[in-house]
């Protein structure tokens, strides 16, 4: 019997056949096969222009360049990084000589203050220096817990959570709770944290004009049928012009739409209110008015961080699921400790608050007869100088920084050109003598230049 398909060969040399090759691929498998592989098609050679893989050229680090650069053919030295030798507070020590300063958000003269200062260094000898850990995984400690009660109870609401950065706490907190089907009105001068976090949810953003609950009212009548939540964002002082929102009017307006509420009251807390519970107390509003009430812990508070406070719901789900929070390690314990401190001094020492607002309104009133454009500032702790010009704002300051006296100036595109100042950040530490050379010299200085 002859195989089919070999014609010519008999079948036992067909076998033979059949074997050798079989076992020829088998040694080609074990040896990992000596056959060469195919040669690779060559890559074909791609531009890329050099502000796609060089820091040196992106279009950011440029526009610091052309900034600095023309700074520096006009003679305007740098305003930044001045590095403070000590604490500062009304005075500041800068390179061995002292200055009197409106440059720090000490406000309550709290940075410093032997007892806090005390609390933090007890905190560290109790904590150590780090927690080293997440809270939700073994970074919980007892001054956590003290400080974020604390602050709930300030705010009259069920409970508070503490976040490592203020800036964080706004980014993580919007853009956990919000999302693409979501709606984020805010006014136009809100801080970048808020808008930070908006575009983290991917929600949609609406802006409306500086202050103008009607504005919003209107943007809403429009709008809120077409989203499922939408959330008003405002701030307590607005830190670039000094004034606050109508609080109740804007508390109407999210009762009657049925959205959330949110202020900001990184510069409020400790500045508002008879007692300087912020601008809750400065209006008579209770807690439960607004749903998400922020801060930071950086300012009146003498310390690091942020903070959100609230109804339990709020405050459990950030601790359980805000990225934040959950995937961050807690709070320094000396920071914590710093803080809760400062707010029991600020609770048992209100004269502190009332002396920063009476120095605020004299700092308003010297400033506006000395013809100085204080834009809407309400002399809250934050008082602008306009002056219109970032190179004469600059020049300005610079001036100023040689007569003694530290403010910064903000120039484009912090904000627009023609709303270049200076930022005056007043303390319940300084002088009425102090703020009345200063205002004569800011004049004196603007007419020169």
Partial sequence: MTRKGLPGLTAQIKDKLIQQALERRLRQAEQGSNIAAPARPSVREVHVPEQHHSFRHHPGYQQIRIINDGAARLGIGSPFFKQHDGIAGAVTDIAGREYVNYSSYNYLGLSGHERVAGAAKIAIDQYGTSVSASRLVSGERPIHRELEQEIAKAYGVDDAIAFVSGHAANVTTIGHLFGPKDLVLHDELIHNSVVQGIMLSGARRLPFAHNDWAALDAILVEQRHQFERVLIVLEGIYSMDGDYPDLPRFVEIKRRHKVFLMVDEAHSFGVMGKTG???????????????????????????????????????EHLKFMAPGFLYSVGMAPA???????????????????????????????????????????????????????????????????????????????????????????????????????????????????
């Fill in 335 to 449: 920071l914590a400790a710093a803080s809760l401190q400062a707010l029991r001094v600020m609770q048992e020492e209100p004269g502190r608050v009332t002396l920063l607002q009476e120095r605020g309104q004299y700092f308003l009133k010297q400033a506006r007869e000395g013809g100085i454009d204080t834009g809407t500032s309400t002399g809250l702790a934050v008082i602008p100088a306009i002056i219109g010009s970032s190179i004469k704002t600059a020049r300005l300051s610079a001036a100023l920084f040689g007569r003694g006296i530290n403010v910064q100036p903000i120039l484009y595109p912090a904000v627009p050109e023609k709303s270049a100042r200076l930022r005056f950040f007043i303390s319940c530490e300084h002088t009425q003598e102090q703020i009345r050379q200063t205002v004569q010299a800011v004049v004196e200085e603007s007419r020169r230049l």
């Fill in 277 to 315: 519970m912020g601008i809750r107390e400065h209006f008579g509003l209770d807690g439960s008015d607004v749903d998400i009430w922020m801060g930071t812990l950086s300012k009146s508070l003498a310390g690091c961080g942020g903070y959100i406070a609230g109804e339990t719901a709020l405050v």
